[in-house]
C-alpha cells in the first residue's frame, strides 16, 4: 500500500473508529459523509498532500473510495511532473 493510501486510509479509520473501511467501499453509500465531514476531507488532502483541491476536482467520484482518494491525489501530485515532460519548462528557461 502507498504511503498517501496509508494517509488517507488512516483518516478516515480515525473518523469512522467502529467500522473497518476497505479500500473500495463507497464511504457516501455507507452513509459517513455529511456536508461538514465532506469538507473535513477536503481540507485533510490539501493539507497532508500540499495540494489544492479546485472546483473541477470537487467529484463525488474523486471522494468515493479510499482507493478514489488516492488516485485524486496521485493526478494532482504529479501534475507538474507531466507539465515539465511534455516541454511546458521550456517556457521558464533562460538561454
Known amino acids: 500500500m502507498e504511503n ?8 478516515l479509520s ?10 473500495d467501499e463507497d464511504i457516501f453509500a455507507l452513509g459517513f459523509v455529511t456536508s461538514l465531514f465532506a469538507m ?4 485533510f488532502v490539501e ?7 479546485g472546483n473541477e476536482d ?7 473510495t479510499i482507493r478514489a482518494i488516492t488516485g485524486l491525489v496521485e493526478r494532482k501530485t ?10 511546458d519548462s521550456h517556457a521558464h528557461r533562460t538561454h
Not at 14 to 23: A, E, I, K, M, V
Not at 40 to 43: H, S, T
Open 40 to 43: 473535513e476531507l477536503v481540507l
Open 47 to 53: 493539507k497532508s498532500f500540499n495540494i489544492a483541491i
Open 14 to 23: 480515525r473518523t469512522f473508529r467502529n467500522y473497518d473501511l476497505q479500500d
Open 58 to 64: 470537487l467529484e463525488i467520484e474523486n471522494f468515493r
Open 78 to 87: 504529479r501534475s507538474p511532473i507531466i507539465s515539465e515532460q511534455l516541454g
Open 4 to 11: 498517501s493510501q496509508i494517509k488517507i486510509k488512516g483518516f
